[in-house]
């Protein structure tokens, strides 16, 4: 069975400065999904950023990239220059794309501080 | 944009009471999901349903059921609530494959407590 570890339950960032949040994931298939996921205090789950395990490329988007480490089976996001509103938890999140009705597998969470 | 609703975001129940916790999505999605969220735990998938009237149970689904009349509204029913029970529910809807980008989109939550 496929399994998401987040070993950090929680991180602190300086405004301004950059963090890396870790995932790592246990699968057998060679065709998936990743994600994270954010989601700010009281307020709906969303996605940040998404890689396709096909494509060799770390998926970018604005202050978010990932690092995609297939071979080791592990995909890290990283945020630069913090902002206040980047506090929240944060999800690591897998799927199979093996089949029409892959569910997503969830971490545990890491919760991320935003020191002013 | 994709917008699932969930009908609750607090509830209070006493224990032993049925507990309906409603969701409906307005982008005619196929697929929806509900989801207990739990400190240290992460997202639990209790129940899916890829169809009307269509269902699977998820990792957790014991102590709950679910109900699917209406492609666009999925419910999750607590028959007879206890304490352990008590958590944050999360609904969630993603397209048919062809148009999955694999993305779940997700409802506000509903925190039910169970006394």
């Known amino acids: 069975a496929q399994t998401v570890t987040q070993s950090q339950p929680e991180m602190s960032v300086q405004e301004a400065e950059t963090v890396t949040l870790s995932c790592t994931y246990d699968?057998?298939?060679?065709?998936?999904?990743l994600f994270w996921y954010k989601q700010p205090p009281s307020r709906q789950m969303i996605l940040v950023i998404r890689?396709?395990?096909?494509?060799?490329q770390n998926a970018t988007e604005n202050r978010f990239s990932v690092n995609f480490q297939k071979a080791a089976k592990s995909f890290s996001l990283k945020i630069s220059d913090s902002q206040l509103g980047d506090a929240a938890m944060y999800f690591c999140a897998y799927r199979s794309n093996r089949g029409s009705q892959g569910n997503l597998i969830f971490g545990k969470g890491t919760k991320l501080s935003v020191k002013p | 944009d994709v917008k699932v609703t969930q009908s609750s975001r607090y509830l209070v129940k006493r224990t032993g009471e049925k507990v309906f916790l409603e969701c409906v999505q307005d982008m005619d999605h196929e697929n929806m999901f509900w989801y207990r969220q739990d400190p240290g735990l992460g997202l639990r998938l209790i129940y899916f349903s890829y169809d009307v009237k269509m269902k699977e149970k998820g990792d957790i689904p014991e102590g709950y059921s679910v109900s699917r009349e209406k492609k666009e509204r999925f419910s999750l029913i607590l028959e007879s609530a206890s304490t352990n029970q008590t958590s944050m529910y999360l609904c969630?809807?993603?397209?048919?494959?062809?148009?999955?980008?694999?993305?779940?989109?997700f409802g506000e939550g509903s925190r039910l407590t169970v006394l």
């Open positions: 699968t057998s298939e060679s065709d998936y999904y």
């Open positions: 890689q396709e395990a096909y494509k060799q």
């Open positions: 969630a809807s993603r397209p048919a494959s062809g148009e999955d980008t694999g993305e779940l989109f």
